[in-house]
């Protein structure tokens, strides 16, 4: 003889909806203090957003109290560094094609370097400063949102 069981409970209305808040996440928020930056550097963030938030569905985010660029569903593909192993600089961080961070550092290491934590996975490192090739930067840029843009399909 089969053992009978007891029918499921079903979950109140006022719980599900509970639930379903739950699941919606919030933004997430920098618990990082703010950066001390000069002018200078908030005129380079600026120039370097411009940049980011002409390409398309593109979202600004801080993390870290640096400002990230983010395509689709939140993949980042630039962020800003202000502080360089303890250097007073700008620097921007992104994603690069295969061997392209290596030939970059190479040709001129006092503008390029592989950045901590996402250098080993192929991004560069660029410094902005008052001399900034701003179209190689937009192509920089370029390149690393259409590597992210494809990978979030």
């Not at 009978?4 to 599900?16: G, T």
């Not at 630039?78 to 094609?97: F, I, K, T």
């Not at 080993?120 to 701003?134: A, Q, R, Y």
Request: glycine share 4%; proline share 10%.
């Amino acid at each position: 003889m089969p053992i009978a069981r007891r029918p499921a409970k079903k979950k109140p209305a006022a719980k599900k909806k509970a639930a379903a808040k739950k699941k919606k996440k919030a933004p997430f928020v920098s618990k990082h203090p703010p950066k001390p930056r000069t002018r200078e550097m908030l005129a380079l963030i600026d120039k370097f957003r411009k940049v980011c938030l002409a390409l398309p569905d593109t979202t600004e985010q801080e993390a870290w109290a640096e400002p990230t660029f983010r395509v689709g569903a939140g993949r980042m593909f630039a962020m800003c560094d202000s502080r360089r192993d303890g250097d007073p600089q700008l620097s921007v961080h992104v994603p690069a094609p295969l061997g392209a961070q290596e030939s970059l550092v190479e040709s001129d290491p006092s503008r390029f370097y592989r950045p901590p934590y996402v250098g080993s996975k192929g991004w560069v490192g660029v410094v902005l400063d008052s001399d900034t090739n701003w179209k190689m930067v937009a192509s920089l840029v370029e390149t690393a949102y259409s590597l992210i843009a494809m990978r979030s399909r």
